[in-house]
Nanobody, 114 residues
Framework: QVQLVESGGGLVQPGGSLRLSCKAS????????MGWYRQAPGKERELVAT???????NYADSGKGRFTISRDNARNTVALQMNSLKPEDTAVYYC????????WGQGTQVTVSS
C-alpha cells in the first residue's frame, strides 16, 4: 500500500518562503507523475503544480514564477518550493500520485499571515 506523507508547512509572513516535502512509500513513485494541490477554507481543492516522472513541471497560474516543483526519484520525494508567499496562498497543501485511482497524502497546513 503506497502512502504519502507531507511535511514543511507552517506559519510564514507575506513575502516569505516555505519548502514542502512529500515522501512516498512503495515502488510506484518513480513511474508516476506527482502533483501538489491545495484547499483553502470554503473553497474547492485546486491544482498547484504537477511534475512528470521525467521531471517536467507544470504550474497553475497562481504559482507561476513563485513556486518550483521538483522530485527525487531515488528518495521517493517530491518538493514544492514556495517563494513570495501571499495571504491567499493560505491553504492545506496535498501531495498526490497522479494515477487511477489517485493516492493522496494527509495534507500540511500553510498559513501566510503577518
Amino acid at each position: 500500500q503506497v502512502q504519502l506523507v507531507e511535511s514543511g508547512g507552517g506559519l510564514v509572513q507575506p513575502g516569505g518562503s516555505l519548502r514542502l516535502s512529500c515522501k512516498a512509500s512503495g515502488s510506484i513513485f518513480s513511474i508516476n507523475a506527482m502533483g501538489w494541490y491545495r484547499q483553502a477554507p470554503g473553497k474547492e481543492r485546486e491544482l498547484v503544480a504537477t511534475i512528470t516522472s521525467y521531471g517536467t513541471p507544470n504550474y497553475a497560474d497562481s504559482g507561476k514564477g513563485r513556486f518550483t516543483i521538483s522530485r527525487d526519484n531515488a528518495r521517493n520525494t517530491v518538493a514544492l518550493q514556495m517563494n513570495s508567499l501571499k495571504p491567499e496562498d493560505t491553504a492545506v497543501y496535498y501531495c498526490k500520485v497522479l494515477r487511477i485511482p489517485p493516492i493522496w497524502g494527509q495534507g500540511t497546513q500553510v498559513t501566510v499571515s503577518s
